[in-house]
Protein backbone atom coordinates (compact mmCIF):
# COMPACT_ATOMS: atom_id res chain seq x y z
CA UNK A 1 0.00 0.00 0.00
CA UNK A 2 1.44 3.37 -1.26
CA UNK A 3 2.30 5.75 1.85
CA UNK A 4 0.00 9.30 2.43
CA UNK A 5 1.00 12.49 0.53
CA UNK A 6 0.08 15.98 1.53
CA UNK A 7 -0.10 17.79 -1.55
CA UNK A 8 -1.09 21.44 -2.37
CA UNK A 9 -3.97 22.32 -4.27
CA UNK A 10 -4.41 22.64 -8.10
CA UNK A 11 -7.29 23.97 -9.75
CA UNK A 12 -7.60 20.12 -11.33
CA UNK A 13 -8.78 19.47 -7.20
CA UNK A 14 -11.46 21.42 -6.96
CA UNK A 15 -14.05 19.03 -7.91
CA UNK A 16 -12.21 16.52 -5.12
CA UNK A 17 -12.31 19.73 -2.33
CA UNK A 18 -15.56 20.07 -3.25
CA UNK A 19 -17.03 16.16 -3.20
CA UNK A 20 -15.44 15.46 0.38
CA UNK A 21 -16.94 18.35 1.95
CA UNK A 22 -20.43 17.74 0.70
CA UNK A 23 -20.17 14.31 1.30
CA UNK A 24 -19.75 14.88 5.38
CA UNK A 25 -21.82 18.09 5.40
CA UNK A 26 -24.93 15.90 3.72
CA UNK A 27 -23.93 13.18 6.40
CA UNK A 28 -23.90 15.23 9.65
CA UNK A 29 -25.73 18.35 8.87
CA UNK A 30 -26.39 20.43 5.16
CA UNK A 31 -24.75 21.97 3.07
CA UNK A 32 -25.30 26.17 3.82
CA UNK A 33 -25.08 28.96 1.65
CA UNK A 34 -21.43 29.79 2.70
CA UNK A 35 -20.45 26.40 2.02
CA UNK A 36 -21.43 26.37 -1.63
CA UNK A 37 -19.57 29.72 -1.94
CA UNK A 38 -16.37 28.56 -0.91
CA UNK A 39 -16.41 24.93 -2.43
CA UNK A 40 -17.40 26.13 -5.75
CA UNK A 41 -14.94 28.56 -6.14
CA UNK A 42 -12.05 28.04 -4.19
CA UNK A 43 -9.45 30.02 -5.69
CA UNK A 44 -11.95 33.28 -5.06
CA UNK A 45 -12.44 32.60 -1.44
CA UNK A 46 -9.30 30.89 -0.09
CA UNK A 47 -6.83 31.18 -2.10
CA UNK A 48 -6.65 34.90 -3.87
CA UNK A 49 -6.75 36.16 -0.10
CA UNK A 50 -3.84 34.49 1.15
CA UNK A 51 -4.82 31.12 1.83
CA UNK A 52 -4.03 27.63 1.49
CA UNK A 53 -5.64 24.69 0.53
CA UNK A 54 -3.65 20.52 0.67
CA UNK A 55 -5.14 17.29 0.07
CA UNK A 56 -4.28 13.72 1.48
CA UNK A 57 -3.55 11.46 -1.81
CA UNK A 58 -3.49 7.89 -1.32
CA UNK A 59 -2.25 5.78 -4.27
CA UNK A 60 -3.81 7.60 -7.01
CA UNK A 61 -6.89 8.56 -4.80
CA UNK A 62 -7.52 12.07 -3.12
CA UNK A 63 -9.05 11.03 0.42
CA UNK A 64 -9.09 14.03 2.37
CA UNK A 65 -8.87 18.21 2.52
CA UNK A 66 -7.95 21.11 4.46
CA UNK A 67 -7.84 24.69 3.81
CA UNK A 68 -6.16 28.04 5.87
CA UNK A 69 -8.06 30.79 4.36
CA UNK A 70 -6.18 34.18 5.80
CA UNK A 71 -8.54 36.63 7.72
CA UNK A 72 -5.34 39.54 7.63
CA UNK A 73 -2.91 40.21 9.97
CA UNK A 74 -1.48 36.86 10.13
CA UNK A 75 -4.64 35.24 11.09
CA UNK A 76 -5.96 32.28 9.62
CA UNK A 77 -9.12 30.12 9.38
CA UNK A 78 -8.44 26.32 9.35
CA UNK A 79 -11.85 25.38 7.48
CA UNK A 80 -13.25 22.86 4.86
CA UNK A 81 -11.19 19.77 6.97
CA UNK A 82 -12.80 16.63 5.83
CA UNK A 83 -11.94 12.96 4.87
CA UNK A 84 -13.79 10.59 3.01
CA UNK A 85 -15.29 7.67 4.99
CA UNK A 86 -13.36 4.87 3.89
CA UNK A 87 -10.27 6.81 4.97
CA UNK A 88 -11.24 7.58 8.35
CA UNK A 89 -9.63 5.81 10.96
CA UNK A 90 -6.36 5.58 9.44
CA UNK A 91 -5.12 8.92 10.58
CA UNK A 92 -5.66 10.70 7.70
CA UNK A 93 -7.09 13.64 9.31
CA UNK A 94 -4.37 13.69 11.76
CA UNK A 95 -1.78 14.50 8.63
CA UNK A 96 -3.79 16.67 7.29
CA UNK A 97 -3.98 18.74 10.36
CA UNK A 98 -0.13 18.48 11.15
CA UNK A 99 0.67 19.55 7.61
CA UNK A 100 -2.12 22.75 7.99
CA UNK A 101 -0.19 23.71 11.72
CA UNK A 102 3.10 23.57 10.00
CA UNK A 103 2.48 25.83 6.98
CA UNK A 104 0.62 28.07 9.18
CA UNK A 105 3.57 28.54 11.11
CA UNK A 106 5.60 28.31 7.22
CA UNK A 107 3.79 31.60 6.55
CA UNK A 108 4.66 33.36 10.03
CA UNK A 109 0.48 33.25 11.21
CA UNK A 110 -0.36 34.63 14.77
CA UNK A 111 -3.35 33.00 15.31
CA UNK A 112 -5.91 30.04 13.39
CA UNK A 113 -9.13 29.73 14.73
CA UNK A 114 -11.91 26.91 13.47
CA UNK A 115 -15.60 26.24 13.39
CA UNK A 116 -16.91 23.20 14.30
CA UNK A 117 -20.39 20.96 16.41
CA UNK A 118 -19.94 19.62 19.66
CA UNK A 119 -21.00 16.51 18.23
CA UNK A 120 -18.14 15.72 16.01
CA UNK A 121 -16.08 15.05 19.43
CA UNK A 122 -13.29 12.89 17.17
CA UNK A 123 -12.56 15.82 15.34
CA UNK A 124 -13.00 18.18 18.32
CA UNK A 125 -10.97 15.62 20.39
CA UNK A 126 -7.99 16.06 17.43
CA UNK A 127 -7.91 19.57 17.83
CA UNK A 128 -7.63 19.44 21.12
CA UNK A 129 -4.83 17.07 20.80
CA UNK A 130 -3.05 19.24 18.05
CA UNK A 131 -2.97 22.55 21.02
CA UNK A 132 -6.25 24.49 19.96
CA UNK A 133 -8.20 25.53 23.21
CA UNK A 134 -11.78 26.69 23.25
CA UNK A 135 -12.52 30.42 23.54
CA UNK A 136 -15.38 32.46 23.30
CA UNK A 137 -16.71 33.28 19.77
CA UNK A 138 -15.62 37.08 18.90
CA UNK A 139 -18.14 37.60 16.53
CA UNK A 140 -21.38 35.54 14.81
CA UNK A 141 -20.76 32.63 13.14
CA UNK A 142 -21.34 32.64 9.63
CA UNK A 143 -22.51 28.49 9.66
CA UNK A 144 -25.48 27.78 11.50
CA UNK A 145 -23.83 24.60 12.63
CA UNK A 146 -21.01 25.84 14.16
CA UNK A 147 -21.59 25.81 18.11
CA UNK A 148 -17.68 25.21 18.59
CA UNK A 149 -15.28 27.95 18.75
CA UNK A 150 -11.34 27.19 19.22
CA UNK A 151 -7.77 28.81 18.81
CA UNK A 152 -4.46 27.89 18.08
CA UNK A 153 -1.66 29.91 18.95
CA UNK A 154 1.61 27.50 18.59
Same mark, same amino acid.
Not at 105 to 123: F, K, Q
Not at 139 to 149: G, I, Q
Given at each position: ???? +???? *????? /????? &??????? +???? &?????????? %???????????? /???????????? %???????????? *???????????? /????????????????? &???? %?????? +???????????? *???????????????? *? +????????? &??
Amino acid at each position: MAAL +EIID *YQSSY /QPDFE &RLNIEWL +EKYF &RVEPIDRRVL %GDPDRHVLAGGG /QILFARKDSDIV %GTVALKHTGDGN *YELTKMAVTEAA /QGFGVGKALLDAAIARF &RELD %GSSMYL +ESHSSLTVAVGL *YERAGFVHEPRPEPSP *Y +ERADVYMVF &RG
